[in-house]
Every structure is written in C-alpha cells, then in structure tokens.
C-alpha cells in the first residue's frame, strides 16, 4: 500500500496563494488515480481534484475551479496542488488521497487563510 505525507500548510492572507506536495512512498504512485481532498472545521471531508495516472485527465470541485491546479511529478513520487486567491473558505485540513472518499490519506497538512 502506498503510503502518502502532505506537506506546504500554512498561513496565508486572503488572496494570498500557496501549493501543497504529497510524497508518496514505493512504486505504483505512477499507475494511480490520485486526489486532494479537505476537511474544514466541522464539516464532511470533501474532494477538491482528481488527476489520473499520466496527468492527462484532470477534474475539480466548482468550489476550486480556476484558482486550483492539480499535478503531479511520476518521477519523483510526488502529487501537487497550487492553490491561488485563497479565501476563508479555503481554510481546512488538506488531505492527498487514492480515491474520492479519501482511502488511503496522509496526515494533512493544514491551510489558514486569514489576515
């Protein structure tokens, strides 16, 4: 199983932009579908995009359309997100995952958008 750890969290002021990385361990991140997903305080964990294997195939939530953007290095095992003209709502907890419903998510990493 691969095992994923998010990285990049911060605190930004609103408009501010920020990218996330997922470092994924072992060998089959390049045959994977992956995902970001987030979890603000006190509400469901939702996904944000989705990027398939040769990050030819790429979707977002509307919530994040136009001011995300998902990638993702094979080579280096590593997934991204750039996330740009944050706003309040983006503060959450920020998950990389494989699959929609977050199976087999990292620890987060956590976004504060605030001034």
């Known amino acids: 199983q691969v095992q994923l750890v998010e990285s990049g969290g911060g605190l930004v002021r609103p408009g501010g932009s920020l990218t996330l990385s997922c470092l994924a361990s072992g060998d089959t991140f390049k045959n994977l579908w992956m995902y970001w997903l987030r979890q603000a305080p006190g509400k469901r964990l939702d996904w944000i995009a989705g990027?398939?294997?040769?990050?030819?195939?790429?979707y977002y939530h509307d919530a994040v359309k136009g001011r995300f953007t998902i990638s993702r290095d094979n080579a280096k095992n590593t997934l991204y997100v750039q996330m740009s003209d944050l706003n309040p709502e983006d503060t959450a907890l920020y998950y990389c995952a494989q699959d929609e419903d977050g199976w087999g998510r990292g620890p987060g990493t956590q976004v504060t958008v605030s001034s």
């Open positions: 990027i398939n294997e040769n990050g030819g195939d790429i």
